[in-house]
Structures are given as C-alpha cells and as structure tokens.
C-alpha cells in the first residue's frame, strides 16, 4: 500500500515563514528571537525565544494580545526570584 500521509509536511508548507534577516521580540520577556530554518519540526513556529524556551508563529507575534497579562516559565520565576528577594533573611 502507498503510504502517503504527510501531515507535518502539509502543515509547515502551508504556514508563513519570514525572510532571513527579519527580527522580531519574544511578547514575554522582550528579548530578541531566534530565526528557525524551515523545518517540518517546528511545526510551523519560526520563532524560539532562547530565554523562555517557547515557540512562536508569525500568527502569535501578530496578536500580542494573546500573551497580554500572561507569563512564560522564565518571567514566573524571574518574578518570583524578585519577589522571593529578602536581604534580611
Ligand atoms: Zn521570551
């Protein structure tokens, strides 16, 4: 039988992928991210924050609104390492 299910393939290929060179900032934590290589692997998801480990489409950094008032993993605990700071102790 032809085996040809491709789903990732079909996925990445249908996902908009930006120009190399283009920069753009994680909505979390502000910093720079990281420009994937087209890859069925990313899922669709061009962008890696290398702070907060996630990764993002062109989709998601087009609604920053999605992320308004929401923290990753590294801004809980950057907030919690602040918080949790007691030069008294
Ligand atoms: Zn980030």
């Not at 299910?5 to 920069?23: C, D, S």
């Not at 993993?73 to 700071?85: C, G, I």
Request: aromatic share 14%.
């Amino acid at each position: 039988m032809e085996q040809d299910k491709k789903p990732y393939q079909f996925l990445y290929e249908t996902y908009p992928w930006p120009e190399p060179g283009t920069e753009r900032d994680c909505p979390y934590s502000g910093v720079p991210l990281q420009l994937n290589k087209k890859h069925p692997g990313y899922n669709g998801k061009p962008w890696t924050c290398p702070k907060c480990i996630h990764y993002f489409s062109e989709d998601d950094l087009d609604n920053p609104g999605k992320y308004k008032g929401l923290d990753c993993d590294y801004t809980l605990r950057e907030k919690a390492e602040s918080s949790a700071a007691d030069p008294g102790e």
